[in-house]
């Protein structure tokens, strides 16, 4: 309709946000801890552990807080600080370094003070002669000065950190399936072998939902990956410019992805209302539904109420409606034609996201490409593809998921839903059901690892195998592998009512398109 090409207005913001979403980290850990300074004044000062630290405990012991001889700690430390917390300032050498020296020093901890208030997570290689052998933290230049004007009081403390809350990783964790499960259902819905023709419900079609789906071809997903790390070390080298044109397009494409949502959903909410679907006449603009209309200011309201509160505490709830209606969204415009093209993308996302989690420190001076760019590279800002939900206790990091690691491992299903409604396989016996479960599982083994290793984790390295890994083995065993690669589901397809004057291009819509 003329509306829906008015208010979609920006494809290639969405198709940039796409490319973009690649780069975004599966789940990133943020190690908050605590510096508490017991003598001569009391003080709970907030940290954050380096990802090369080992854990710092719940409770640990309380030991003499010291200055670093010379100050920065970037050369071997003049005097003994065996089993001391030493201070030392950022600055004139890399974190690792100054871990070394205070670590040769004999120190217990390493506490950095950064160069502002606000504090940011260390980075850097993993060396064997640090990992688990010294606590490394960093905190803010202010709290760091009061600790130093009392040096000559001898001041002691500990480090501690708080008990993990598993209760916003749950709701992360029904977010992410749910959004999956409704993206693919709503892909689905869209495709003309799952409804009937309107002269059939003789209910309107839904305009601002169709005619947009765009098929993801073999060219194009090793295209996306490649564009996928180009942007991401454009974002590592450029990040304090183009942070905002990421936030800025995040803020316009989910402006496009919040209405087509919300549209649906009170279409489909209101089926039998014929307020909701009433066509009004837009001057300059062409028809459009009532729905479509009431859903206009909620999607620019949300856009703005994001961009406004983006640094705030409750800025989590405007940036988690956008990003998981770009999911739908996406899962709804981008499609596999057949298993062989997602395989591809799968897999070189699968390797993609290993090299640039664990691999990019070796060729970028010790920094995790992916981990810096999901923490704002240095910025005040952060990236906003990612779902973030705050921990119940406000000493605790907020549990986080990118949006890539929803919407990837989310085309696939959806390509297997459409598969099922192809082979009109029952829910138990089929495809989709199978890959819902196989996401959840490989979302929570993503977790594990995440809790266990203490670092941000590559999530397709356990979301792919759990996927599509499972679904080729099972599909070899029924028999249904062949088809599901090429997509072609022969003359096994058929509507289960076919109109008397339906021709066979409307026929040919029941079929899995092939590239």
């Not at 071997?76 to 030392?88: D, R, T």
């Not at 990837?408 to 989709?432: E, T």
Request: with cysteine.
């Amino acid at each position: 309709s003329t509306w829906g090409q008015n208010i979609r207005f920006i494809p290639m913001t969405l198709r940039f946000l796409f490319v973009v979403l690649l780069g975004i980290p599966a789940a990133h850990s943020t190690q908050f801890s605590f510096l508490q300074v017991k003598h001569p004044f009391t003080k709970t000062i907030s940290a954050l552990t380096a990802q090369f630290s080992p854990s710092v405990p719940a409770k640990g012991a309380e030991h003499d807080i010291v200055l670093a001889s010379p100050p920065h700690g970037c050369s071997p430390l003049k005097e003994s600080v065996n089993g001391s917390i030493v201070l030392a300032y950022r600055g004139n050498c890399t974190f690792i370094e100054k871990a070394q020296y205070a670590l040769a020093a004999g120190a217990y901890a390493l506490v950095i003070v950064n160069t502002e208030d606000k504090i940011q997570e260390m980075s850097g290689e993993y060396p064997s002669n640090i990992t688990d052998r010294i606590y490394c933290v960093m905190i803010g230049q202010s709290d760091g000065e009061k600790i130093v004007k009392r040096l000559s009081e001898s001041p002691s403390g500990f480090l501690w950190t708080p008990s993990r809350s598993y209760s916003a990783m749950v709701m992360l964790w029904i977010m992410a399936v749910a959004t999956v499960w409704g993206g693919s259902l709503w892909a689905s819905h869209t495709i003309p072998s799952t409804r009937q023709s309107s002269s059939e419900t003789k209910e309107p079609a839904d305009e601002e939902t169709e005619d947009m789906s765009v098929d993801i071809t073999r060219n194009a997903a090793i295209a996306f990956v490649v564009f996928a790390s180009l942007a991401l070390v454009l974002l590592f080298f450029f990040m304090k410019y183009l942070i905002f044109v990421v936030i800025g397009a995040f803020a316009i494409g989910s402006v496009s992805a919040v209405h087509q949502c919300g549209t649906a959903a009170l279409r489909s909410l209101g089926k039998r209302s014929t307020f909701l679907n009433r066509q009004v006449q837009i001057p300059s603009v062409g028809p459009c539904s009532i729905a479509a209309l009431l859903m206009l200011p909620v999607a620019f309201g949300v856009s703005i109420w994001f961009v406004v509160c983006r640094n705030e505490p409750i800025a989590w709830i405007p940036q988690d409606a956008m990003g998981i209606c770009l999911c739908m969204f996406f899962l709804k415009t981008f499609r596999f034609p057949n298993a062989k093209v997602s395989s591809i993308l799968l897999c070189l996302a699968f390797f993609y996201d290993i090299f640039w989690v664990f691999l990019s420190p070796y060729l970028f001076r010790g920094k995790s490409v992916m981990v810096e760019v999901a923490t704002g590279g240095g910025t005040h800002e952060a990236i906003p593809m990612l779902l973030r939900i705050p921990q119940l206790c406000q000493t605790c990091s907020p549990a986080l998921l990118g949006l890539g690691d929803i919407v990837l491992p989310g085309l696939f299903v959806s390509y297997m839903r459409s598969f099922d409604v192809a082979m009109r396989a029952p829910l138990l016996r089929g495809y989709f059901l199978l890959n819902v479960c196989g996401y959840g599982i490989g979302l929570l083994i993503t977790y594990a690892a995440l809790f266990a290793m203490g670092v941000g984790q590559p999530a397709l390295l356990y979301l792919v195998p759990c996927t599509l890994g499972i679904t080729c083995l099972v599909a070899a065993v029924r028999g249904h592998f062949t088809k599901m690669w090429s997509g072609d589901v022969g003359n096994e397809v058929r509507l289960e009512k076919v109109d008397e004057e339906e021709t066979p291009e409307d026929l040919r819509g029941t079929l899995l398109q092939q590239p």
